[in-house]
């Protein structure tokens, strides 16, 4: 991780195409891949020479500089371009597949969970599996129910593969430079709604480390610790209970696999309570581990139980009004927190 002073701020969006452009330039072997990525440019026949850089802008500019040998927009079938990308991986390259939502992971869910996840240990390690999945996350949008999903849990259930969920263009820039020069498997989830957001990072390549969490607030009081947006709402909760003379400590998780229990642990051994602010659903989720895991191995530093404030356990609705009671919000978790103290 480095200590390098940021002189100027971009945006998440921005962090994310600089460490792709960086790593693409340090190394001939990194290829990306996905739908609409190029976004027709390239395609001379047509008179295409601009590039949208997919949906969300994340890989514009990219095909203009290194051809569409490096840049390869991918017919519409998530089976057939993440399967591709992980057989490159497994040859020498160092592929990114793009999979423009994670709701769509089940038309390639074989490739993950058989191919990617499994290959190196079958092989006695002897392959190695360097590809990095970039995928979407993030309800809030009006997008309905196959478009707005978090799911990262599932990964995180998969042995082989590892997870991030970066939360600022910092730790986006600095996820993702690790997960392309890792030797394994690893699932990036960009939040729909950090994109915008825009922070300090250094202009030079930077790593952070996967597997490490971090605090974002000091607190003695209780524990809340958040995932990708979640962190902010935490953190805004944390701000709004100080005023009631609850000093709140954030954890920002950044890593869904593996999970930085020993952070989670030290925080919670000095304020005694802990709250996981998730959104992706309940049951078998990242909310659920964590707090289990504190219960077993923090029981005795505990005042009061572990909590949870996640989605309900449904779909993403379409309607705005519902869309609205669905997310986990500040207000949630300040009720949450007030119960502890009970």
Known sequence: MTTATATRELQVREAINEAIRQEMERDESVIIMGEEIAGGAGREHLGIVDAWGGPFRTTVGLIQQFGNQRVLDTPLSEAAFVGTAIGASSTGMRAIAELMFVDFIGV?????????AK????????VKVPFVMLTRIGAGFGSAAQHSESYYSIFSHIPGLKGVV???????KGLLISAIRDDDPVVFFEHKGLYTNR?????????????KARTVREGTDVTLVGL?????????????LAKE?????????LSISPIDYDHVLESVRKTHRV??????TPVCSLASEICARVA???FDYLDAPPSRVTAPHTPVPYSRALENIYLPNEQRVINTVRGLFK
């Open 296 to 298: 077993e191995e923090g």
């Open 166 to 172: 970066p939360s600022d263009p910092y730790t986006a």
């Open 199 to 211: 922070g300090p990072v250094p202009e030079e390549p930077y790593t952070y480390p996967i597997g």
């Open 275 to 280: 709250v996981v602010v998730d959104e992706d």
């Open 108 to 116: 390639c869910m074989d490739q993950m969970l058989n191919n990617a």
């Open 119 to 126: 290959m190196r240990y079958m092989f006695g390690g002897q």
């Open 245 to 253: 003379g609850i000093n709140a400590e954030v954890v920002d998780l």
């Open 228 to 240: 990708s947006k979640m962190t902010w709402t935490a953190n805004n909760a944390a701000e709004e």
